[in-house]
């Protein structure tokens, strides 16, 4: 299984952006799925993940972010709102066929399946 994000840039604050993760194998396979963002000098952090139909956001992006997931497409989004400066950073997609409680989908060690990452740079 590969995954590959995509739909990231340079931005103004308050702007919105897509994030789109596309997976080589059935999405309907993932039991987990989630955004983490990597900031310039810090650890991975977990912005959002999804398992069957429940949503989960770091408080950071609550209200701002929605993950969402098309399987027949095997597409992950991660739809950004209202951006902020401290938005910036490279975001990953993961994907994992297990479905994790849901403490442990804001562990990226629990996912299997990384796409490469997109850079999101919001300017103010």
């Keep these: 299984v ?14 919105s952006l897509r994030l789109s993760c596309a997976a080589s194998g059935r999405a309907s396979d993932f039991g987990s799925v989630a955004w983490f963002l990597q ?6 952090e977990f912005v959002a993940a999804r398992k069957a139909h429940m949503t989960y956001y ?24 209202s951006l902020k400066p401290e938005d910036t950073a490279v975001y990953y997609c993961a994907a994992d066929p297990r479905s ?7 562990d990226a060690m629990n996912y299997a399946y990384w796409g490469q990452g ?4 919001v300017s103010s």
């Design 118 to 121: 997109t850079l999101v740079t």
């Design 2 to 15: 590969q995954l590959q994000a995509s739909g990231g840039g340079l931005v103004q604050v308050g702007d």
């Design 39 to 44: 900031a310039p000098g810090k650890e991975r």
């Design 100 to 106: 994790w409680a849901s403490s442990a989908l804001r």
């Design 58 to 81: 770091a408080n950071s992006v609550k209200g701002r972010f929605t993950i969402s997931r098309d399987n027949a497409e095997n597409l992950i989004y991660l739809q950004m709102n």
